[in-house]
């Protein structure tokens, strides 16, 4: 947003949550261009340092941007700096943000990446926006405002059999522990027993963008962060999903996994993952 406008709307009092969702979005969009000009060749490394230097680089190169214009919409905001972290929040208002989601794909040269930033408000989602540089889709969603596609509304999917659906799950992070990697196992033989087709792939936000758009039924995921949950979670159920954990639970940050699923499927997938 250009400063005159900010300016403006400073000037006429605290800005909805509407209007903060519009500069999020463009937040989003300005960090995500400059994410889109690192993009290109595979980026060599050969110890788990160089990889992580890499994966900082991106970080710090998309931050540079989010940060003061976040920063600038709620300066009483607070930072979660920990992209990995999960769990509650203390009270007040958070930016949750991941401004290289899928940040090993864009190394790797895979276009499955975005850069997504969360208002949290006494632990709830208030708005989230995801940006997708390479197809130049925004992904948006104010909580009791749905969710939205470039501005044309979402819905999940209307299928009402497992069998039918076309389903996800992705890896939390790298280095989980044994327990949780045999528990993802046994939950995607789990699915290729009763869904159509099973996908397998990072970053969770983009699985998610796909069940609120209604193009796959149902996405879970064994532990998480706040990051790569949250604003899927919100797309999702403004887009009229439904969110629990693996068993059926309500779900929190805190919980140990995540279902979202379109309502005719939603059962069925707890069944499938409660076996």
């Known amino acids: 947003m250009p400063e005159s406008i900010q300016d403006t709307a400073t000037a006429a009092g605290p800005a909805s949550d509407a209007d903060l969702l519009a500069q999020t979005a463009a937040a989003v969009r300005a960090a995500g261009s400059v ?6 060749d595979v980026v060599r490394h050969q110890t788990r340092d160089e990889l992580m230097s890499a994966l900082a680089a991106n970080d710090d190169a998309a931050l540079d941007v989010l940060r003061p214009r976040l920063s600038r919409l709620r300066p009483d905001a607070r930072w979660v700096e920990e992209e990995l972290e999960g769990g509650a929040l203390p009270p007040g208002e958070w930016w949750v943000v991941d401004p290289a989601e899928g940040n090993v794909n864009h190394l790797h040269g895979l276009p499955e990446w975005a850069v997504t930033a969360t208002l949290v408000r006494d632990n709830q989602p208030v708005l989230t926006a995801v940006h997708l540089p390479l ?15 470039d501005g044309l509304p979402l819905r999940v999917s209307e299928t009402t059999t497992l ?7 992705s ?19 789990a699915m290729l027993l009763d869904a159509l087709v099973v996908r397998t ?9 796909n069940v609120a758009a209604g193009r796959i039924d149902a996405f879970w995921q064994f532990a998480g962060a706040r990051a790569d949950l949250l604003p899927g979670a919100l797309l999702v159920t403004e887009a009229g999903g439904r969110i629990s954990d693996a068993e059926g639970r309500p779900w929190t940050p805190e919980s140990g996994s995540l279902l ?6 939603h059962a069925e997938a707890v069944a499938t993952l409660s076996r």
């Open 171 to 189: 890896q939390a992070r790298p280095d989980e522990d044994e327990a949780t990697v045999r528990r993802v196992g046994a939950s995607i033989t």
């Open 135 to 149: 197809t130049g889709q925004t992904y948006t969603a104010l909580a009791g405002a749905g969710a939205h596609l």
């Open 201 to 209: 792939s990072v970053p969770a936000t983009l699985h998610l963008l």
């Open 260 to 265: 979202a699923a379109a309502p005719g499927v």
């Open 35 to 40: 994410l889109r000009e690192r993009f290109g």
């Open 163 to 169: 069998g039918l659906g076309i389903v996800a799950t």
